[in-house]
């Protein structure tokens, strides 16, 4: 499974939030670890680590929404701070997935857009 596929199976369980502090809703990553089955507490725990095991793009450098951040932290930013749905996320993360699997590589994007 794909992280972008993860985050639109994820966003059907639950409404968005933004920076959840419940469990009756989730932000992007929340919503790709619901999808994958990775339990967390929204106060409590890492799930930021077995995530990034099972989507180690997550740690690619991405241009976009600020220079030189980790996908993970796009990511964030993009639904905190931006107010992204967890669909636009999700599209613009495919889009870089796209993007890597076309040059059958781990190379960064020089810029990750929308």
């Not at 999808?35 to 450098?61: C, E, M, Q, T, W």
């Amino acid at each position: 499974m794909r992280l972008s596929e993860a985050i639109r199976l994820g966003a059907m369980l639950k409404p968005q939030g933004r920076n959840p502090r419940t469990l009756d809703i989730s932000c992007a990553l929340f919503a790709a670890a619901d999808a994958v089955g990775i339990h967390y507490s929204a106060l409590y725990g890492d799930f930021y680590n077995p995530l990034k095991k099972i989507f180690p793009i997550l740690n690619r450098i991405v241009e976009y929404p600020n220079p030189a951040s980790s996908l993970m932290d796009a990511i964030w930013n993009l639904n905190d701070g931006s107010a992204w749905t967890r669909e636009q996320i999700a599209d613009w993360v495919e889009g870089i997935e796209d993007a890597r699997d076309a040059t059958g590589s781990e190379k960064e994007l020089e810029h990750a857009t929308r």
